[in-house]
């Protein structure tokens, strides 16, 4: 089973922005509007965690932490879901990837890195 693909991160000082992409591969291009998908963070020495959700109708949700400054959105026929991430803080760096947070999850990809730093 081919794989997510995520990319967008980068070096960001604090109070910056990224947007995230993650792009889901073709062969579930007919399931992926019935996903509910999600943006997970690991960062160093820590477990992954969820951040931000957003299911297959369009409602988004958000860990406390993330609330109010990242946003997650979707583009199904794109196979694609975004993360817009604003007043970056430095306890944001980590391992971004992005997964279904309900039913069973597709193959992980590699991630992308967000690093914030001054």
């Known amino acids: 089973q081919a794989q997510l693909v995520e990319s967008g991160g980068g070096l960001v000082q604090p109070g910056g922005s990224l947007r995230l992409s993650c792009k889901a591969p073709?062969?579930?291009?007919?399931?992926?509007?019935?996903?509910?998908m999600g943006w997970y963070r690991q960062a160093p020495g820590k477990q992954r965690e969820l951040v931000a959700g957003?299911?297959?109708?369009?409602?988004?949700s958000y860990v406390d932490s993330v609330q109010g400054r990242f946003a997650i959105s979707r583009d199904n026929a794109k196979r694609t879901v975004y993360l817009q991430m604003n007043s970056l803080k430095t306890e944001d760096t980590a391992a971004y990837y992005c997964?279904?947070?309900?039913?069973?999850?597709?193959?992980w990809g590699q991630g992308t890195q967000v690093t914030v730093s001054s």
């Open positions: 997964n279904r947070y309900r039913g069973s999850q597709l193959n």
């Open positions: 073709r062969s579930i291009l007919s399931s992926f509007s019935a996903y509910d």
């Open positions: 957003i299911s297959n109708d369009g409602t988004t």
